[in-house]
Every structure is written in C-alpha cells, then in structure tokens.
C-alpha cells in the first residue's frame, strides 16, 4: 500500500516558473511552480512515453521536448498534438514551507 502525503521539497527550491523532476517510492513526477501554487503530474508523456521531465514550461503547461505535445498541469489535458491522452495529476498540498505529495491520489 502507497502512503499518504510525502514531503518532496522545500518550497523555496522550486522558484516560481520552474519545476523540478522528483521521485517517490521509484516512480518520477514532475513538481511545478507556477506563480506561488505548485502542481505534480505524472513524468510521462502520454503519447509516447518520453520523460516530460526533457521538456520545459510555458506558463502552467509543460511541453514535450520529442513531438512538441503540451499538457496542463492542472487537469493533464492535452493542449497540443499529437499527444491526445492526458496525463495523471496529483494532489499537493503546502505545509510549513514543505511541498508535500499524495502518491495515491490522482486529481483526474
């Protein structure tokens, strides 16, 4: 059984803007900030199975650095072809200057 929320960050390591690639229990999320509120998805491009993670931001989406395909990182939905699966969010919640990250709980 996964666990419940997992400190994965100070908040004040991941500036606005930027993200950064974290792992729990061997499986890769990517932790963004976009203007003070952070957002996990899964590192895994839905359409071909590329680490998002090679990619970059552009405000709260996340391209894929292989074919181009950009998700939000609010819902997963894909925003770009030729990717047309979403990708898994998950909740994260920020407590006392941590970033934390509930594993089992994907948000769509």
Known sequence: MEQ???AV?????????????IEVAGRAYILANIDGTFYAVE???SHEDYPLSYGC???????CSLHGSRFS????????DPA??????FRVELADGQVWL??????N
């Open 57 to 63: 931001l552009h405000g709260d989406h996340i391209k």
């Open 43 to 45: 590192d895994l491009c």
């Open 102 to 107: 509930d594993p089992r709980r994907r948000t």
């Open 84 to 89: 047309d699966t979403p990708i898994a969010t």
């Open 73 to 80: 990182l609010k819902t997963g939905e894909p925003q770009e």
């Open 9 to 21: 960050a100070n908040a004040s390591e991941i500036a606005p803007g930027s993200f950064r690639k």
């Open 4 to 6: 419940a929320f997992v």
